[in-house]
T-cell receptor, first 114, second 111 residues
Framework: EPEVTQTPSHQVTQMGQEVILRCVPISNHLYFYWYRQILGQKVEFLVSFYNNEISEKSEIFDDQFSVERPDGSNFTLKIRSTKLEDSAMYFC????????????FGQGTRLTVV | TQLLEQSPQFLSIQEGENLTVYCNSSSVFSSLQWYRQEPGEGPVLLVTVVTGGEVKKLKRLTFQFGDARKDSSLHITAAQPGDTGLYLCAGAPSGTYKYIFGTGTRLKVLA
């Protein structure tokens, strides 16, 4: 069964460092998403991406965040200068379309900023 | 602001009991999804409901989409300890390019 894969599963980084989280969405899916979940809290939308551009982003997704689909298979989330409050689980998801379909999620990357 | 409110937030029941979890919004959704999430893992899709009034069954789980496509329910019959987990509803509000998640229902089934 096709699945969304994310790497690494866990990343520890120093405050102020840049991190790149990687995702391989399901191959025939066209929409890609990043979400985050701070421990014990709700799953929060960060950004959606379609046709090589951002479709929608939340207020969390500020100038420190960027997304890229560099090679047609990977979908990355970059945080330029990490802060302690960026510590969370980051989930990548993809969907075939938007209306009437579902998003399938990866297992997540646990980011710990120290 | 589009919100999906789930109730109850927490539910602790005995094995064999039935339960219903609700997901409500003031927004209309083209579809709603139900996911289950284990600690430290990503949400796993259980079902998608698309048509207003639709009912879908997955073994002991019954999902219903409201006629107006603003709400949904998840009913579990004869709950088992293996049903313990966090249940999330989610949907893409009309006119947006994102899925939003409900507030979640944390279910614990005691043996």
């Amino acid at each position: 069964e096709p699945e969304v894969t994310q790497t690494p599963s866990h990343q520890v980084t120093q405050m102020g460092q840049e991190v790149i989280l990687r995702c391989v969405p399901i191959s025939n899916h066209l929409y890609f998403y990043w979400y985050r979940q701070i421990l014990g809290q709700k799953v929060e939308f960060l950004v959606s991406f379609y046709n090589n551009e951002i479709s929608e982003k939340s207020e969390i997704f500020d100038d420190q965040f960027s997304v890229e689909r560099p090679d047609g298979s990977n979908f990355t989330l970059k945080i330029r200068s990490t802060k302690l409050e960026d510590s969370a689980m980051y989930f990548c998801a993809s969907s075939e379309a938007l209306l009437g379909t579902e998003a399938l999620f990866g297992q997540g990357t646990r980011l710990t900023v120290v | 602001t589009q919100l999906l409110e789930q109730s109850p937030q927490f539910l602790s029941i005995q094995e064999g009991e039935n339960l219903t979890v609700y997901c409500n919004s003031s927004s209309v959704f083209s579809s709603l999804q139900w996911y289950r999430q284990e600690p430290g893992e990503g949400p796993v899709l259980l079902v998608t409901v698309v048509t207003g009034g639709e009912v879908k069954k997955l073994k002991r789980l019954t999902f219903q989409f409201g006629d107006a496509r603003k709400d949904s329910s998840l009913h579990i019959t004869a709950a088992q300890p293996g049903d313990t987990g966090l249940y999330l509803c989610a949907g893409a509000p009309s006119g947006t390019y994102k899925y939003i998640f409900g507030t979640g229902t944390r279910l614990k089934v005691l043996a």
